[in-house]
């Protein structure tokens, strides 16, 4: 499917695809952090837009629009993406870019996934940008009074990724008792006992569990049991750079 970007003004807004990688995750103990798979697919799952001019906003919190105070450093070819427009410490960044999907499609614009920033709290929101003339600004919601923030440049402000419209509607949730599937119920009970097994011989010296440090049944898509991953089964995502064609 095709996600189309026009640029409003001036040059296209600087976006990348989303990287595995994030600092928090680097600096665990031996990089542990990335041995958990769903966190590394939700970090590369869309594309990054970049913050342009550097700057240091601070909120002294009141509602009003002045409350936040946005100091930006000089840079040459590159203009102030961030604002106060909304009040009550919310700081708005405006994108100059109309964005489409196909239709039924709507776009996800989020903060940058488990990237977390002291301070400040990325707001989400569900755009419909399969029919909308309109651009959508990125919004970071103040948590800390007189606290200064930074945002560098080509810090990650804004998080995006195409979804089906309607697919929650379509979701019909319901609890069943664990017995009432007797496949899952043994799977889940193996795998159970399979991880207490493991926890316990993480604590004997020089055993298998200590060598192999963790359990990679998710990771590598296999159950100590008859349900395994299907064929599908991802280890990692890349999206695609965003390419200009006229």
Known sequence: ????????????????????????????????????????????HGWLILNDAPFVAQWNGAASLDAIRIEATAS?????LAASHFGHGVLTFHVNGLFKTEPDYDLWVTGPTNMVKDGIQ???????????????????LFTRKNTPIAFERDEPMCMIFPMPRGLIEKVEPEFRTIESNPEVEQA?????ASRLKFNEELKVHGSKAQTEKWQKEYFSGRAVSTLNAPANHRTKVKAKPFQYTG
């Open 76 to 80: 040459e070819g590159v203009s102030l």
């Open 1 to 44: 499917m095709k996600l189309v970007c026009y640029p409003t003004s001036g040059q296209p807004p600087k976006i990348i695809a989303a990287p595995l990688e994030r600092d928090w995750m680097d600096n665990t103990g031996a990089s542990f952090a990335y041995r958990c798979l769903p966190l590394n697919i939700a970090n590369a």
């Open 188 to 192: 889940y009970r193996t795998w159970v």
């Open 122 to 140: 990325p707001l989400t929101g569900v755009v419909e940008t399969d029919w909308s003339p309109f651009t959508f600004t990125m919004n970071w």
